[in-house]
């Protein structure tokens, strides 16, 4: 039976867990050599996931983030939002893009960067 491809959609608090897990292992994978290794050992699912679910929960209007699930599992998440700095009106920024290292070269970060430049769609997030 064939599955079907990634889909990309809004986040949730139900999410929250799983989005921490991916980031947890995307930077532990990805920052070794530029982190220091006591900070990337303190960086735990426990407080991650915690983080996020205040992120989902708080449910910002100028912010969203979404998540790509493939089989059922989130694989990969964005957030993007109202820039920090001054830029003009439209601009966005992306405070974060991860991806479950075992999905790397899937074409999965392209495709969630594509979505969070897209304006807000309905639904929550």
């Given amino acids: 039976m064939e599955t079907a491809g990634p889909v990309i959609r809004p986040a949730g608090i139900s999410d929250a867990s799983a989005i921490a897990a991916v980031q947890v292992a995307a930077w532990r994978a990805a920052y070794t050599t530029l982190m220091d290794p006591a900070y990337l050992a303190g960086f735990t699912h426990h407080a991650s996931t915690r983080r996020w679910r205040e992120i989902l929960a708080a449910g910002h209007p100028d912010s969203r983030v979404l998540v790509v699930v493939e089989d059922?599992?989130?694989t990969g998440f964005s957030a993007v939002g109202r820039p920090?700095?001054?830029?003009p009106t439209g601009v966005g920024q992306l405070y974060a893009i991860?991806?479950?290292p075992d999905r790397w070269g899937a074409g999965l970060g392209t495709q969630l960067l594509t979505q969070s430049?897209?304006?807000r769609s309905s639904g929550p997030g």
């Fill in 72 to 74: 059922g599992a989130v």
């Fill in 84 to 87: 920090h700095d001054a830029v």
């Fill in 98 to 100: 991860n991806v479950h």
């Fill in 117 to 119: 430049q897209h304006p």
